[in-house]
């Protein structure tokens, strides 16, 4: 009886061990189980917020740095008793996070172990064309890629995932979309809170739907793009973090096919922006509400010290809650928000040698850009390398219904955002930018410099647009 007791014990032991093991070894925590009927959003706080793990660099040099990223198929529990057959790199789900610094060489030793062709596009990074992981360096099934790339660019919070023709959507919705974060001295010398996982945390927000057997339900024929019943921050849903009352530092990506965010605190609680797509703004911006299109990233400074411990507090989007912070705990603070954040050195206008006209149009599969559908074999514009030009960037309302919009992006470039509509645009977005929302009936003038050679994709970022054609393609001529 005794000696039964004691195995007993041992086995379980080992079984608690060997669960805490799997739950480190993975890139994401434990997504708990939650009991959720199809169709609304779980009300009750499924688990805690798994955040992405730092990816090993493999390399000890501080110039260098070598990672190595696996596309893999994997399996999720996101409902209850079901299970989501996923993709993910170095996981099942979502990736790991690159962290990387400004003038730091990157090689990376990718492998596809999925059973399709899939690529790498590094969105954000100011890299060649050659590396910048597009449509024309797919991957397939089985196959590997080492590109090898330099980062020249200011502190910022990028993202990777697969651009490979006719998959891209469906990809990036199995759950392929990875983080980079670029730091230099400037983010660095500034206090602002920076210790990852700890008061600097990234929140991947996605939406997805699912069938009844757990599997994904990937519907691309509305509208406007694949739109989710369910809102998912990190893979999970409806997760919660608990947070000190000091300030914590969000890194926002709005990972979603189709859907636009407006991020709001349910008690309508102000909180401070801090940087846009490519890198931190010139001045903090106050806000109550921050729009991001698919693509696009903000990170943002809530400050949690206007609460007690015990309070908590929702994180929303519109009305629709995806986590909650529980504050807890009491602490000294001595991370700042400095007045100045970076010094953002306007694009000069008299340098510019042309400047072109881009018209998204329509909804649906039945989009346009200036008239007529991607074309792999048909390069749409050519630039000469370092040439400053100003595209204007307009969604026409010709449709009785149409899309609300378009997240437009350009590959392998940062861009500074000249008007909307003909004004200065707000304050948030007079930083660095690679995805611009523009609106049915909006017209946006931006300007940018082409800093490196070869060959890159513009596009609209709802994949679906993306994927039925809404793209074109750019040659930087050296
Ligand atoms: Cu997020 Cu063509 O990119
Ligand atoms: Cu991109
Ligand atoms: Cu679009």
Redo the contacts with the bound molecule.
């Keep these: 009886m005794k000696q039964k007791t004691i195995i007993g014990v041992v086995v379980l032991a080992a079984i608690v061990i060997l669960a805490l093991l799997w739950n480190t070894l993975r890139p994401f925590g434990p997504v708990s189980p939650d009991t959720t009927p199809s169709g609304t959003q779980p009300t009750t706080a499924a688990g805690s917020l798994p955040i992405p793990t730092v990816l090993e660099d493999l390399d000890s040099s501080s110039e260098t740095a070598r990672y190595s990223l696996t596309a893999q198929p994997g399996r999720m529990v996101f409902l209850a008793g079901k299970t989501t057959p996923t993709m993910g790199y170095n996981g099942s789900y979502l990736g790991p996070v690159l962290k990387v610094r400004r003038g730091e060489t990157i090689r990376i030793g990718f492998r596809n172990e999925l059973a399709e062709a899939t690529s790498v596009?590094w969105?954000?990074l100011e890299i060649p064309g050659t590396v910048d992981g597009?449509p024309h360096q797919p991957i397939a099934a089985g196959g590997t890629w080492e590109p090898v790339f330099t980062i020249d660019q200011p502190a910022s919070t990028l993202?990777?995932?697969p651009?490979v023709m006719g998959t891209?959507a469906t990809q990036v919705y199995a759950g392929l979309a990875g983080l980079i974060l670029v730091e230099d001295d400037n983010s660095r010398s500034l206090g602002l809170p920076d210790d990852y996982g700890v008061n600097d945390i990234p929140l991947i927000v996605q939406d997805r739907s699912f069938n009844t057997n757990g599997t994904f339900r990937y519907e691309d024929n509305m509208m406007d793009g694949a739109i989710g019943d369910y809102l998912m921050v990190n893979g999970a849903l409806n997760p919660y973090l608990e947070v000190q009352p000091i300030r914590m530092r969000l890194r926002l990506v709005n990972g979603a096919n189709a859907s636009n965010y407006r991020f709001n605190l349910a008690d309508g609680r102000s909180f401070v922006q801090i940087a846009s797509d490519g890198g931190l703004l010139e001045e903090p911006v106050e806000m109550k509400e921050l729009f991001l299109s698919p693509?696009e990233r903000a990170e943002i400074i809530i400050d949690f010290s206007g609460y007690q411990s015990g309070q908590s507090v929702d994180f929303r989007t519109g009305q629709d809650g995806f986590m909650t912070f529980r504050i807890k705990g009491e602490a000294t603070d001595s991370t700042r928000i400095p007045e100045i954040l970076s010094s953002i050195e306007p694009l000069n206008e008299a340098d510019v040698t042309a400047t072109k006209t881009i018209r998204l149009d329509g909804m649906g599969h039945m989009v346009s850009l200036n008239g007529r559908q991607f074309d792999m074999d048909r390069i749409d514009d050519d630039v000469k390398l370092g040439d400053t030009e100003i595209w204007e960037i307009t969604a026409s309302r010709q449709m009785m219904m149409g899309s609300s919009g378009h997240p437009f992006?350009i590959?392998g470039t940062q861009f500074q955002i000249l008007s909307r509509n003909g004004r200065t645009p707000p304050a948030n977005e007079r930083g660095w930018k690679?995805?611009v929302f523009v609106g049915t009936g909006e017209t946006v003038r931006l300007i940018v410099r082409f800093r490196f050679a070869g060959l890159y994709?513009?596009?609209c970022?709802i994949l679906e647009h993306?994927e039925a054609g809404m793209?074109g393609q750019l040659e930087v001529h050296p």
């Design positions: 596009h969105h954000g597009g993202w990777f995932h651009h891209t693509g992006h590959h690679d995805t994709m513009y596009h970022h993306e793209m």
